[in-house]
């Protein structure tokens, strides 16, 4: 996409596009009584005895993952189920690096993914891992490159911003990232899980915040409904169509910033299509863990994610946050 | 002759008013230009490694979008943030939030503090964690945090934080 007409074109038929465009499979599940599907993976030993991160473990954690979710147990086989058909589609990889070093998306995640996604047949120049600026990004140890020879790796503090704002319900007037509507042809999103001092959780849709120029106006009350508005604008509902959440480390309390004293390994991903369901599944295990810390529930804390909900209901449709109409598969 | 008592009493209450004026600004412009940052080897081990950063209230979120919002609450009036290492490997960032009044700066401390904290002779006062210490010093309030844990990691930090509180 490479012009505004086109960009506009795109977002007014976003909604249409997603039904035609999904391999996986989630309008089916919102159209029917069916299931979502959500892998939990989990690896106790990610983590070494010296706190640092076995990569290698990263890259299998992963492999099972996509297999679990796909039921392609060929690593290449599951890439190639998720990916777009056609050569030269753009794969954009969304990072979280907001809570700086200690609490963004993990390198070694990114590096596996990109691994991936290349021996799938995704040349390097058509991945680019992107988040809001260039600070977030280093944050997850990744260097800025904008060589096409190479995986791509910037902000939208380098393509910009639309000119033209995109509006959704009644609060979002955003302008959105240039990587996403003029660069990709669909979207990964990388989450890292996190409490959030205002909507509780941040995981799979609460990461779009990171596509908009101002997201510090979207954070009124506990961020509900603009998470879910956000996530409805077409062009996010269409292209961001897969997410890989980290939650190989995580803050049960204090975040969204790193708060070392709230730190924790899950050493888990959190796969999927669904973002309601994802966030909801991603919400549940943070309930869990502040329950054995002896912390308050969310709804206690003044602080509930209900933008899950929002998102999950007629008006919106993202995905489902019925706990029966979720398929939870944890290996 | 009674007008030239009042002439020098308003020469004299010029100078006073002009006076009290330049030692306001002068003292206005040190509060202004305090800079808490310990230089790189100012304390033993520690470099600093980045340049300070300054974000005023309504900045703030494009360095902590989402948790702003409480500073702000608390009356944050401007944020400045350096990043530091020590002995070349441990890596730390140092937060001075700027209140404006010590209330502010009492509720950001008390916001959080688990039963793993423990209380340091720091300022007015702060709680230290393992690989993080906050503390308060009049409308100043300093967090640092590490983003590692090592045996040397606590003492460090505190090292730090007492270079930090003295320049304060």
Redesign the interface.
């Known amino acids: 996409m490479n012009n505004r007409r086109e960009f506009l074109k795109t977002t007014a038929t976003g909604a249409f596009l997603l039904g035609a465009q999904s391999r996986l499979g989630l309008a089916a599940v919102l159209d029917r009584d069916t299931k979502s599907k959500v892998v939990v993976a989990r690896d106790p030993a990610l983590h070494g005895p010296d ?1 640092q991160i076995d990569e290698k473990r990263v890259l299998v954690l992963l492999d099972r993952a996509m297999a679990a979710y796909t039921g392609r147990e060929h690593p290449v086989e599951a890439w190639k189920h998720i990916l777009p058909q056609g050569p030269g589609k753009i794969i954009g990889l969304k990072t979280n690096g ?1 809570g ?3 609490i963004s998306t993990h390198l070694a995640l990114v590096l596996a993914v990109c691994e991936r996604l290349q021996q799938a047949g995704v040349k390097p120049g058509e991945i680019i891992v992107w988040d809001r600026n260039a600070r977030d990004l280093e944050a997850c140890g990744l260097t800025i490159n904008s060589d096409p020879s190479r995986v791509r790796c910037f902000g939208s503090d380098v393509s910009g911003f639309e000119d033209e704002p995109v509006t959704f319900g009644s609060a979002v007037n955003v302008k959105l990232s240039k990587i996403l509507t003029r660069e990709c042809d669909m979207v990964i999103g990388l989450p890292i899980l996190k409490d ?4 509780g959780v ?1 995981f799979a849709m609460k990461n779009m ?1 990171g596509v908009v120029q101002h ?2 106006e979207l ?1 009124a009350g506990g961020c509900n409904p603009c998470v879910a508005d956000l996530n409805c604008i077409p062009v996010v509902r269409q292209k961001v169509r897969f997410t890989i959440g980290d939650a190989i480390s995580s803050v049960y ?11 924790w390994q899950p050493n888990a991903l959190i796969v999927g299509e669904d973002r309601v369901a994802l966030d909801h599944t991603a919400w549940q295990m943070l309930e869990r863990k502040r329950a054995e810390e002896g912390m308050p529930t969310f709804e206690a804390a003044g602080r509930p994610p209900r933008y899950i909900a929002t998102a999950a209901d007629v008006e919106h449709k993202l995905g489902v946050d019925d706990p029966q109409r979720i398929h939870l598969m944890e290996i | 002759m009674s007008c030239v008592p009042c002439t020098s009493h308003l020469k004299n209450l010029t100078l006073a008013i002009a006076a009290i004026a330049l030692l306001t600004a002068v003292v206005g412009c040190k509060k202004a230009s305090i800079n808490p940052f310990p230089a790189s080897g100012a304390i033993s081990g520690w470099d600093k490694t980045s340049d300070t950063r300054v974000f005023a209230a309504k900045n703030l979120w494009q360095y902590i979008d989402g948790d702003a919002e409480q500073y702000i609450s608390a009356g944050v009036v401007s944020t400045s943030t350096s990043d530091y290492k020590y002995q070349g490997q441990l890596e730390a960032v140092v937060d001075v939030y700027t209140m404006s009044d010590t209330a502010g700066a009492s509720k950001i401390l008390a916001t959080g503090q688990t039963k793993d904290a423990k209380t340091v002779t720091l300022g007015d006062a702060g709680v230290a964690y393992a690989q993080s210490i906050i503390f308060r010093k009049g409308p100043s309030l300093v967090r640092i945090v590490a983003y590692e844990s090592t045996p040397r990691t606590q003492d460090a930090l505190l090292a730090l934080a007492h270079g930090v509180e003295a320049k304060l």
């Open positions: 706190g907001l700086g070093k200690g959030h001092s205002m909507a941040t915040y997201p510090q954070h309390d204090g975040g969204p910033g790193f708060h070392p004293e709230h730190l």
